[in-house]
Each structure stands twice: as structure tokens, then as C-alpha cells.
């Protein structure tokens, strides 16, 4: 059960999922025609290195995960979906890679810590309550944008096909057998969401950001952003451990927010988006044979 816990993740692209294995990945998506294309590839030799073993170091690779695969997930979806032959890799990718990451941590880090500098400055507050300040308006921020997104018809699609994701690993953990009908009746919260993940990364900055104390305000920005990859290593070893002791009261009330906050994340999906879960989570699986033989 261990290897079943730990082996598989997956992401919700556009009309699409993408499932990752330990060797392989592979997304599946609805074709303009309503088939189910597919796509698999073998993953990086990065993620079969020893770096993927060490404690905390990991999650930085975790990261960079959800970044590179996620936007490559996005472009092999759109342009099955639209029969264009463009695509996006090397340097564009890289660059809309370093454009997204950058929005995402001017929005979520430096933005909140900019604000909590200035009330500091012209407030008068304790440097103490202004970084716990900083880190509860960093949360505020986190859960608006995600509940504002939610709205709009595009993103709502997307979350469906999140929760499809979710109900599939959940029916595979369980071994139960992989139809829509039954992958249907399964929990839509995952303990290794990649929602839970990001969560945890915020709430774990709240608690380190506050006890960095006094900054200037250069160094205040600057440790926001050098963080980040000790942050990414904590949340990560904190999800994988939660994710290992499930069956243990105290865990159970540990991951109550990070399910809660799926919620916001994830839609019920209809059948033909499961079907589409199921699709890709099998292409997953006989790529991760092809590549052990």
C-alpha cells in the first residue's frame, strides 16, 4: 500500500488529467472529435535520482514538478484540442515557466511582505505581530484568488476534472475496479493534492516568517523568496508523512484544512470527464511497465 501512496500524482489540464508514476507520466484529453486522445512519456532521469531520496531537498523538485510538467500537461492538452501543430518547449517554455513563477511569487510573497513592511513603518506595529499580519493577509490572499477563479466557466472545467482526478487515485488506492460508475462513488479530497501541498507551504511561511523577527525591508523581500525552497522541503515531507499515517486520529485532524480547502478546488465531475481520469491513469500505469522492461 505504501508504493500506492506515494507513487502516484496527477493535475487536471484543460478537457484533460495528467497522471504521474514513478517512471512515466501520461495525460489524457477529449479530442475535438469527443475520442479520448493520450499521450505518455517517460519522465525525466532527475526524478529516478538520488536527489528524489533526500529529505526536504525533494520538495524543490516537487515544485519544479508541478511548474514544468503542469505547463507542459497545459500545452500538449491545448494544442490536441485545437489541431494546432504549435508548440510550446525550450525557450518559450522555460520563459513562460520563469513568467508564471514570478507573478506567482510577486502575488503571494512579496506582495503581502511589501504591505507588512509598510505597516510596520507607518504603523508602529511590532515587527512580531506584523509578520504573523503578513502571513494571515498571504492566506486571505491565497484563498480569494483560488475562490475568485472558481467562477469563471474555464476554471470551473478545470476543477471538475480535478475532482475526477482525485475520485480515480482514491478508487485505485482502495482496488476497486477502475469504471465511471464505481470510481463515481469516491471521496473527491486527496491527503497528496497538490492543493494541500501549496496550502501547506503558506501556513508553514506564516510560522517561519514570524519567528525571522525584525528585517529591512530589502532583506525582508529577499528571505520571502530564498525561503521558498525550505518551505517547498518542509511542506513536502509534511504531506508525504500525513499521507503515510492516515489511520492515525491526530494525522486525520491535522489534514482537515487541506481538505477543506479542496473543496474550493475541485468540482464534481460527470462521467465523461471520469472516463477520461481513468483513461490517463491507465496509459500511467502500462507506460510505468514499459519503462521497467
Given amino acids: 500500500m505504501e508504493d500506492r501512496i506515494i507513487a502516484y500524482g496527477g493535475q487536471a489540464v484543460i478537457e484533460g488529467v495528467m497522471m504521474r508514476g514513478q517512471k512515466a507520466f501520461a495525460i489524457a484529453m477529449r479530442a475535438p472529435d469527443g475520442s479520448i486522445a493520450t499521450h505518455t512519456e517517460k519522465l525525466a532521469n532527475v526524478y529516478r535520482s538520488r536527489i528524489t531520496k533526500i529529505?526536504?531537498?525533494?520538495?524543490?523538485?516537487?515544485?519544479?514538478?508541478a511548474l514544468g510538467l503542469g505547463m507542459k500537461a497545459l500545452t500538449i492538452s491545448a494544442n490536441t484540442q485545437t489541431g494546432e501543430d504549435e508548440k510550446l518547449e525550450g525557450p518559450a517554455l522555460y520563459l513562460?515557466?520563469?513568467?508564471?513563477?514570478a507573478i506567482g511569487i510577486g502575488l503571494f510573497f512579496l506582495l503581502p511582505a511589501g504591505l507588512g513592511g509598510l505597516a510596520e513603518h507607518y504603523l508602529g506595529w511590532s515587527p512580531w505581530l506584523n509578520n504573523l499580519a503578513e502571513g494571515v493577509l498571504r492566506l486571505v490572499?491565497?484563498?480569494v484568488y483560488i475562490w475568485a477563479i472558481s467562477f469563471t466557466p474555464d476554471v470551473k472545467r478545470l476543477f471538475m476534472y480535478h475532482g475526477a482526478e482525485h475520485k480515480t487515485i482514491n478508487a485505485y488506492e482502495a482496488g476497486a475496479e477502475?469504471?465511471?460508475e464505481v470510481?463515481?462513488?469516491?471521496?473527491?479530497e486527496h491527503a497528496r493534492c497538490g492543493t494541500a501541498f501549496l496550502l501547506t507551504v503558506i501556513l508553514?511561511?506564516?510560522?517561519i516568517f514570524t519567528a525571522l523577527g525584525p528585517l529591512p525591508m530589502l532583506w525582508r523581500l529577499l528571505s520571502r523568496v530564498l525561503f521558498l525552497p525550505i518551505l517547498a522541503g518542509l511542506a513536502l515531507e509534511y504531506i508525504r508523512w500525513t499521507a503515510n499515517h492516515l489511520n492515525n486520529p491526530l494525522v486525520r485532524l491535522l489534514i482537515k484544512p487541506n481538505l477543506a480547502m479542496q473543496h474550493l478546488t475541485t468540482r464534481t465531475?460527470?462521467?465523461?470527464?471520469?472516463e477520461v481520469a481513468i483513461a490517463s491513469f491507465q496509459s500511467m500505469r502500462t507506460a510505468e511497465s514499459e519503462v521497467a522492461l
Avoid: E, H, K, N
Wanted: glycine content about 6%; aromatic content about 16%.
Fill in 55 to 65: 529529505p526536504f531537498l525533494r520538495g524543490v523538485i516537487l515544485l519544479w514538478d
Fill in 96 to 101: 513562460t515557466l520563469g513568467i508564471s513563477l
Fill in 141 to 143: 490572499f491565497f484563498i
Fill in 178 to 180: 477502475l469504471t465511471p
Fill in 183 to 188: 470510481v463515481a462513488q469516491y471521496p473527491i
Fill in 204 to 207: 508553514f511561511s506564516i510560522l
Fill in 269 to 274: 465531475p460527470d462521467a465523461s470527464m471520469l
